[in-house]
């Protein structure tokens, strides 16, 4: 699998800054908005499980435990953007890097079912506790965006926040993949034997991977927090872990910008089949059978390879992308 120049993943996210140019519905801004939320998440666990290879299933844990952390901070206890959002990725960074000691002793099937099991009892645990995490019925009133005496006002602004916070994302993770961090993912993935007689430390390794994804996912569950203005367990559960699991096999496993196209595309589909009311099952399912079966690498490998073989150039010719 290989991961792109940020230039492919910006040239997607420029198209989508003009989404409020065809419509500035209240309804469309959110759901571009939750579009784009998705995307980080999906590319903070194709992180996980693509590039590092990692049969992780806790990114729903990451995402709801970004959220909480923020909703918690900013909506019980008032503070400001400026302490909730590096409090939600140390949270998320520490919990990661304690999440990769089991993935040092199971690995495959059964470090899906572990960590699935995580996903499972986030949501269960924050379901039964009232108070401070509202149990079942979720955090309301989390504030929207501020700082200093600025606030993110309207669904236009918010969603202008939730972009520049892909942005930011999506190129940084471009960049580590690029860097000595995605090479040692890699490694892991290709073979974990041969990492480590190359002087791959495992434990290091791993921990920095799930360490580093956790940031990203729980990066997202805070732009979600201010975006939504509240949460509550139901976000959080297996749907949402099938779904994003879905975004990256859709897009491309082990691709950023298949995860970001995944993401874009799945979090659109329920809306272009509104006019087919209990059919969106067939057709989600369909279409991810379709993919599984005639389209396994997922659409952006295939699309890139396309047009590399339409416009003439060779897999090494210059200009190629960086190989995760």
């Given at each position: 699998?290989?991961?792109?120049?940020?230039?492919?993943?910006l040239?997607i996210?420029?198209?989508v800054?003009?989404?409020?140019?065809?419509?500035?519905s209240?309804y469309?801004?959110t759901?571009?908005?939750l579009?784009?939320i998705?995307?980080?998440?999906?590319?903070?666990a194709?992180l996980?499980?693509?590039v590092?290879?990692?049969?992780?299933?806790?990114?729903?844990?990451?995402f709801?435990l970004?959220a909480y952390?923020?909703?918690?901070?900013?909506?019980?206890?008032g503070?400001?953007?400026?302490?909730?959002?590096?409090?939600?990725?140390v949270?998320c960074f520490?919990v990661?890097f304690l999440l990769?000691?089991p993935a040092?002793?199971?690995r495959?099937?059964?470090?899906a079912?572990?960590t699935?099991?995580?996903?499972?009892?986030?949501t269960s645990?924050?379901?039964?506790?009232?108070?401070?995490l509202?149990g079942?019925?979720?955090?309301?009133?989390?504030?929207s965006?501020g700082l200093?005496?600025?606030?993110?006002?309207?669904?236009?602004?918010?969603?202008?926040?939730?972009?520049i916070g892909a942005v930011?994302?999506?190129?940084?993770?471009?960049r580590?993949?690029a860097?000595?961090?995605?090479?040692?993912?890699?490694g892991?993935r290709?073979?974990?034997?041969?990492?480590t007689?190359v002087?791959?430390?495992l434990?290091?390794?791993?921990?920095?991977?799930f360490a580093?994804?956790?940031?990203?996912?729980g990066f997202a569950?805070?732009?979600?927090?201010?975006?939504?203005q509240y949460?509550?367990?139901?976000?959080?559960?297996?749907n949402?872990?099938?779904?994003?699991?879905?975004?990256i096999?859709?897009?491309?496993?082990?691709?950023m910008?298949?995860?970001?196209?995944?993401?874009?595309?799945?979090?659109?589909?329920?809306?272009?089949?509104?006019?087919?009311?209990?059919l969106e099952p067939?057709f989600?399912?369909?279409l991810l059978v379709l993919?599984?079966?005639?389209l396994?690498?997922?659409?952006?490998?295939?699309?890139r390879?396309t047009?590399r073989?339409?416009l003439?150039?060779?897999?090494?010719?210059?200009g190629?992308?960086v190989?995760?």
């Open positions: 699998m290989t991961g792109r120049r940020p230039s492919e993943g040239a996210l420029l198209l800054a003009a989404v409020p140019l065809a419509t500035q209240p469309h801004l759901v571009a908005g579009a784009l998705f995307a980080i998440v999906a590319q903070g194709n996980v499980m693509g590092a290879g990692q049969a992780s299933f806790a990114h729903s844990a990451f709801g970004g952390t923020t909703a918690v901070l900013s909506g019980r206890y503070l400001s953007l400026v302490a909730t959002l590096p409090v939600s990725l949270v520490v990661g990769a000691y040092l002793r199971v495959g099937f059964y470090l079912l572990v699935l099991a995580v996903s499972e009892i986030f645990v924050i379901s039964q506790l009232p108070g401070v509202g079942a019925e979720g955090i309301v009133d989390v504030p965006f200093g005496g600025w606030v993110a006002e309207g669904r236009l602004t918010k969603y202008y926040v939730i972009w930011v994302a999506s190129v940084s993770l471009e580590l993949l860097s000595q961090f995605g090479r040692v993912a890699r892991i290709d073979s974990e034997v041969g990492a007689s002087g791959i430390n434990t290091r390794a791993k921990t920095q991977v580093v994804a956790g940031v990203y996912m569950g805070f732009l979600y927090a201010h975006f939504m949460v509550s367990p139901g976000a959080f559960g297996l949402t872990t099938i779904l994003v699991v879905s975004m096999v859709v897009g491309g496993m082990g691709d910008t298949g995860a970001l196209v995944g993401a874009l595309v799945l979090s659109l589909l329920p809306q272009w089949l509104r006019d087919y009311v209990g067939v989600f399912g369909g993919i599984l079966l005639v396994p690498e997922g659409l952006v490998p295939v699309v390879r047009l073989s339409s003439g150039r060779a897999p090494g010719a210059p190629g992308c190989a995760v």
